[in-house]
C-alpha cells in the first residue's frame, strides 16, 4: 500500500513537472482554430469557412509572443461573398500552474484586406454604378482570457473568449464582436543539452 501511494506520488510529480515545462522559455506552440458553418434557409443560404493559423514563442516562462493567420470566407444566397485576410501579431501570458488546465489572456492587434462582392441584382437594385467587388485594407484587434486543456505532454485544446474590434477603410464605425474561439495546440519543449 505504502509502495503503490509513493508511486503515485512520484507519478504525479513527474506529470506536473511536465506541464510546467509547455510554457517555459524557449518552448514553441503552433495551431490554431477553424470554422465551418452553414445556415440553410429558402433563398439565401449562407456558408462560412474560417481558418487561423498561429504560432508563438516562449521570449520568457509563461510569456510568448506570435503571430496568427485569419483566413474567412463567407457567402450568403443573393446577396454577397466575403474573403477576409489578415496577419494579427499576439502576445500571451499564461497564469502559472502545474495543472493540465492552463488559463491565459491573449491580445493582438493587425492588418489585411477585405474583399466584399455584392450579388448583381442586388446591386442593380442598390447602385449600378458602384464598384464591385470592392477591396479594402482593415485594422483589427482582439483582447481576450482562454484556457488550454492538456490532452498529452505536448497537445491541448484551447478555448479563447475574445472581444474583437475592425475598422475597415473608408468606413468610420468600429465593428466589435464577441465570440468564443475552439482550437488545438501542439507545445514543442527546448531540451537541455547538459
Known amino acids: 500500500m505504502l509502495r503503490n501511494l509513493l508511486f503515485s ?11 510546467e515545462a509547455q510554457t517555459l522559455q524557449g518552448s514553441q506552440m503552433v ?46 444566397e443573393a446577396y454577397y461573398s466575403r474573403f477576409r485576410f489578415a496577419l494579427k501579431p499576439f502576445v500571451r501570458y499564461y497564469v502559472p500552474s ?9 491580445g493582438s492587434i493587425g492588418g489585411g484586406i ?5 450579388d448583381e441584382d442586388l446591386l442593380q437594385e442598390i447602385d449600378p454604378d458602384a464598384e464591385n467587388p470592392t477591396i479594402r485594407g482593415l485594422v483589427e484587434f482582439d483582447v481576450g482570457p482562454g484556457v488550454n486543456f492538456f490532452l498529452s505532454r505536448s497537445v491541448a485544446l484551447e478555448g479563447y473568449v475574445f472581444y474583437e474590434g475592425t475598422q475597415r477603410e473608408g468606413e468610420e464605425d468600429l465593428t466589435s464582436r464577441f465570440g468564443l474561439r475552439l482550437g488545438l495546440q501542439a507545445f514543442l519543449f527546448q531540451r537541455d543539452n547538459d
Open 9 to 19: 506520488g512520484m507519478l504525479l510529480l513527474a506529470s506536473s513537472m511536465a506541464l
Open 31 to 76: 495551431g490554431g482554430q477553424g470554422t465551418l458553418a452553414g445556415v440553410f434557409r429558402e433563398g439565401s443560404d449562407r456558408f462560412e469557412f474560417s481558418l487561423s493559423p498561429d504560432y508563438g514563442y516562449f521570449v520568457l516562462d509563461n510569456f510568448a509572443v506570435g503571430a496568427f493567420l485569419d483566413f474567412s470566407f463567407i457567402s450568403v
Open 98 to 106: 502545474e495543472s493540465k488546465w492552463r488559463f491565459f489572456v491573449n
Open 114 to 118: 477585405d474583399r466584399l462582392k455584392l
